[in-house]
């Protein structure tokens, strides 16, 4: 099974920027699909950004769209998340996911990075 391992979270100001890296990795090495969420305290966890496996498909929530990019790269094995003009409310855990199985959702869950972004 595919496992995901996520980093690049921390803490930065208002206006920063801040890339996210989830390298995949184990006895199987195809996806189909990979995607970003967030969980911030008290809330329940959200839908961020998500990529094909084509590239050709990218979709964003509207709250990041115009401020975070999703992208990868397949000779690496690694999908990232580039978020710029970071906002306080951007302050979650965000959760890099993959879909290993044709029309299966998202199954396999990276450990979570912290991204705190504060003054």
């Known amino acids: 099974q595919v496992q995901l391992v996520e980093s690049g979270g921390g803490l930065v100001q208002p206006g920063a920027s801040l890339r996210l890296s989830c390298a995949a990795s184990?006895?199987?090495?195809?996806?189909?699909?990979m995607g970003w969420f967030r969980q911030a305290p008290g809330k329940q966890r959200e839908f961020v950004a998500s990529?094909?496996?084509?590239?050709?498909?990218?979709y964003y929530e509207d709250s990041v769209k115009g401020r975070f990019t999703c992208s990868k790269d397949d000779a690496k094995n690694t999908v990232y998340l580039q978020m710029n003009n970071l906002k306080p409310e951007d302050t979650a855990v965000y959760y890099c996911?993959?879909?290993?199985?044709?029309?299966?959702?998202?199954?396999?869950w990276g450990q979570g990075a912290q991204v705190t972004v504060s003054s």
């Open positions: 996911a993959a879909v290993s199985s044709p029309g299966a959702g998202f199954d396999i």
């Open positions: 184990g006895r199987t090495f195809k996806v189909y699909y």
């Open positions: 990529i094909s496996e084509s590239d050709t498909s990218a």
